[in-house]
């Protein structure tokens, strides 16, 4: 008959999770109090957060034809900008594998780059380009593409260092060049991670591009600040739900998209 193993102490007392429970508590209390957080602030307050939701809970249906043309134009510039950065990010990521490119000071450099780029808030970044380009559509076009940049780059190159290495070097063992190698055994391995990452890339960007608007960068996010400064919330009601159905319709499109690759 098989004995019942032991358990340890630690084991039947759940040691090891209490202790990253009260470590978890003691980093939130920490942070809470060096981050000045008031809760007692935030839950006497928390009526004005159900008076808000009231105040919208009576949408203006006359002013989806407004929203309409704004939705559109938040789209394009998602499209635009996620293509314009993952056309970029194709051969920095290339040269940032590690299966790929031996040297390590070009493979450095360019990661510093990236890494460079993905430190700078897309908030940031629409700022500047705000003063750079104007008010407007472009802005929020260029903001775009940079931050898909940032991010497709990583998701590329970390993507093509999982590959099988085998198809590399029995194309380097037959003379192919650098170019016939990506072509011909780099890109059939990869292909359907790309599409997916484009696509998850292009559902970050249409929830960003709402975001953007505040900072001028055209798209809904104009109309939502115009809204709330002038506080009519039955407008902002409708933006909302425009911009929610958005998101559903494009996120259930790319799952759809997603599991048809797999």
């Not at 009231?54 to 704004?70: E, F, N, R, S, T």
């Not at 700022?127 to 780059?153: E, N, R």
């Not at 099988?164 to 391995?189: H, S, T, W």
């Not at 990452?197 to 608007?213: C, D, M, P, Q």
Request: net charge neutral; proline share 3%.
């Amino acid at each position: 008959m098989n004995e019942v193993p032991k358990r340890t102490f630690a084991q039947r007392f759940h040691l090891k999770f209490v202790a990253w429970s009260v470590l978890f508590i003691v980093l939130l209390c920490g942070s809470a109090a060096l981050t000045g957080v008031n809760w007692g602030e935030f839950f006497s307050n928390i009526g004005q957060f159900f008076s808000l939701i009231g105040k919208m809970a009576h949408p203006d249906w006359k002013y989806v034809q407004i929203v309409i043309q704004p939705v559109i134009q938040t789209l394009q510039m998602a499209i635009v900008g996620t293509t314009i950065g993952t056309l970029v990010a194709v051969p920095f990521s290339v040269v940032a594998a590690r299966n790929l490119v031996k040297n390590p000071v070009i493979r450095g450099i360019i990661r510093f780059i990236l890494n460079l780029v993905r430190t700078l808030p897309d908030l940031l970044l629409a700022a500047i380009m705000v003063a750079i380009v104007g008010i407007g559509p472009s802005a929020g076009v260029w903001t775009l593409a940079i931050f898909s940049f940032g991010m497709i780059s990583k998701l590329f190159y970390e993507s093509i260092e999982t590959i099988d290495n085998g198809q590399l070097e029995a194309l380097r063992a037959a003379g192919a060049n650098y170019f016939q190698i990506i072509v011909f055994a780099v890109l059939p391995q990869v292909i359907e991670n790309f599409i997916s990452y484009f696509l998850y890339t292009f559902e970050i960007n249409v929830r960003a591009s709402t975001v953007l608007g505040y900072l001028g960068a055209g798209g809904i996010g104009m109309l939502l600040q115009q809204s709330l400064d002038s506080f009519n919330y039955s407008q902002t009601a409708v933006i909302i739900l425009a911009t929610l159905i958005v998101v559903l319709v494009i996120d259930g499109l790319s799952n759809y998209l997603r599991e048809k690759l797999d």
